[in-house]
């Protein structure tokens, strides 16, 4: 299979990031909210610092490729492809991108070079590039503060979210936001029409399901139990879709699905927010999400329902140990007993690690606090420079999407 991913501790060796790019330049103060930013990141310094944290995944071991080739090999295959990419992107590209279908087409269909093309699809395309005159002037006028007839997509650098690899399959994502929903299209090109997915990939989730779902709610804890968060992005329904799907597919080993409830505000966007897996037995946590915490156990029915649900009512580290078969596991708390560094911390996702091989993770150097309390857990860290890439409310795990890890001996 083109894809393997059974824990989120497995020793890493195939990971797909995206550079940043002129998307990020494309961002202004009026847009911020509406294109889900709190800031603008100096773009030099972010690519300097994601060109870091290749660095650090190649000295790992893993196979770093990037979502914007793979997106180029996709759509070389054929003239048709290319085409139906074109238009396809153009159809979901909003109402002023309806009104410009056809000189939008023609000037991104002129643009030879591939990945100059997907890049381009990536920056957005404004009003005055298309150069045409006579067209909607009322709309040309009135919309002068909305430049953009394609708008850029920021977030594009957070892999993690519009597909997840699940076993030997994926969930390719339907997003909560309609400024992130396009990046689903690049995921589902490169699945469907790269040669080395095409007809090899195994879909749990669909992009067509009306119902938000994002890889940064789903965590796999083992080859047989799946976490996902039930948060601000994914749905219980996307959640029922998902495990009616792997149960249904006779070749899934996954048996359980644990659905954590979190609460649903923008600090806590995703599951990998405020928790993430760094060794067989210690998880980090933002500690706030504890008091507040609902966990179901979501297992096949047994021929009337075909989900059987129940609230659990143990201890957080009790329901992990016990589904990982460890009894209990250790909680490190993000940014430890003081409040003011764990907030602090959160914020710039000091809960947010990528485990790139058992009891060792990369994570943001501005977390020292948090840093230096998994140094003294026995976790190797390995610090990445995060000025600019943290002001997009992501960590390592976001910006990351794994395809492939090595086993490891859990239950």
Partial sequence: MPVHVTSEIGPLKKVMLHRPGKELEQLVPRELERLLFDDIPYLKTACQE??????????????????????????????????????????????????????????????????????????????????????????????????????????LYFTRDPFATIGDGVSLNYMYSRTRRREGIYGNFVLNHHPE???????????????????????????????????????????????????????????????????????????????????????????????NLRIYEICRGDGRERLRVSELSGSLPAVLGTHLGLGRVTLIRCGGMDRVASEREQWNDGSNTLCVAPGKVIVYDRNYITNEILTKHGIKVLEMPSSELSRGRGGPRCMSMPLWREDVGMP
């Fill in 50 to 155: 994601h060109d870091t944290f290749a660095r650090i995944l190649k000295g790992q071991g893993a196979e770093v490729v990037y979502l914007e080739h793979l997106m180029a090999e996709a759509i070389g295959q054929s003239p048709d492809v290319r085409r139906t990419f074109i238009w396809e992107f153009i159809g979901e590209g909003g109402d002023v991108a309806q009104l410009y279908r056809e000189p939008l087409f023609e000037f991104l269909d002129s643009i030879k070079d591939g990945l100059e093309l997907v890049l381009k699809t990536m920056a957005g395309v404004r009003l005055d590039e298309l150069q045409i005159k006579g067209c909607h002037p009322l709309v040309r006028l009135v919309g002068a503060d909305h430049c953009f007839v394609l708008d850029p997509i920021p977030n």
């Fill in 197 to 291: 997915w095409k007809g090899k990939t195994k879909f749990y989730y669909s992009r067509e399901y009306p119902f938000s779902i994002e890889g940064g709610d789903i965590l796999n804890l083992s080859r047989r139990v799946l976490a996902v968060g039930i948060s601000q992005r994914t749905t219980p329904t996307a959640i029922e879709r998902l495990a009616w799907n792997l149960f249904e597919d006779p070749e899934s080993a996954i048996e359980t699905i644990l659905a954590f409830d979190i609460p649903n505000v923008r600090a806590f966007m995703h599951l990998d927010t405020v928790l993430t897996q760094v060794d067989y037995d210690q998880f980090i946590i933002h500690p706030e999400i504890l008091n």
